[in-house]
């Protein structure tokens, strides 16, 4: 909730807030608009916000302060410039759950990110030839490791699915030729016991990490059965 934002992001006051106009959930279409400009009633850090349009393709950005439009951020077509910044450059805030008091922000710089995903790229063997799919949430520190900064450190391909559907999961392991993707237990048994999985041509997929929960050894079994050199690999906390 709004409580919950302030909590976090009045630590480090951030400048530049992006936010969806809403989202979908339950069969529902919720607005974030109202909660956002809550929010920056109590957050005068930002300058300057940027509304992306999900649920409306004109979203009613003058009901925030200081915002514009996805569209008219930047300069569309202008060309991107880099900055090289030292190896211990802050990059990523992960906060703790908050669940026993006031949740503390982590800075992770640039040596730290890296040393977790490099050793979880040489531990599951990718390279840039691999194509990832990442089918959760990319709010999760687990996704934003394995969907965002992953892809970029490797050069890899990455496909990305914004709601879960096991259909359409299995059409793009297939047709995008999937070797690597996060999986919880929930998602694997909804590919195993799908009508198409067994006539699906995802053999090219070779490696998932699977967390979120424990996955049985029946389901274990189908999916080692039907893909043989499918590794599952248990992945906990961050």
Known sequence: GINGVLDR???????????A??????GKTLDSLGPI???????????????????????????LRDAESWQDFGEPGAALTFQRLPFD???????????????????????TINAAVSGAIARMELTSDDVLFIAVTLGHAAEFLSGIYMPLLLGAKVVYMD?????????ILESEGVTYGPA????LFDLANH???AQSKIGSWKTARVSGGAISRSLMASLQARLPELRLLPGWGL
């Open 89 to 111: 450059h802050s990059l990523y805030v992960l906060y703790s759950s908050g669940t026993t008091g006031e949740p503390k922000g982590v800075m992770h710089s640039t040596a």
């Open 184 to 187: 919880m237990p929930t998602y």
């Open 37 to 63: 400009a809550r929010v920056l009633e109590r957050l005068p850090s930002v300058r300057r916000v940027v509304v992306i349009p999900y649920v409306s393709t004109t979203p009613a950005i003058e009901r």
């Open 195 to 197: 009508p198409n999985f």
């Open 21 to 26: 106009d809403g989202y979908f959930y339950g």
């Open 9 to 19: 992001f009045g630590q480090v006051e951030p400048k530049v807030l992006f936010t």
């Open 163 to 171: 709601l879960w559907d096991p259909t359409v999961a299995l059409s």
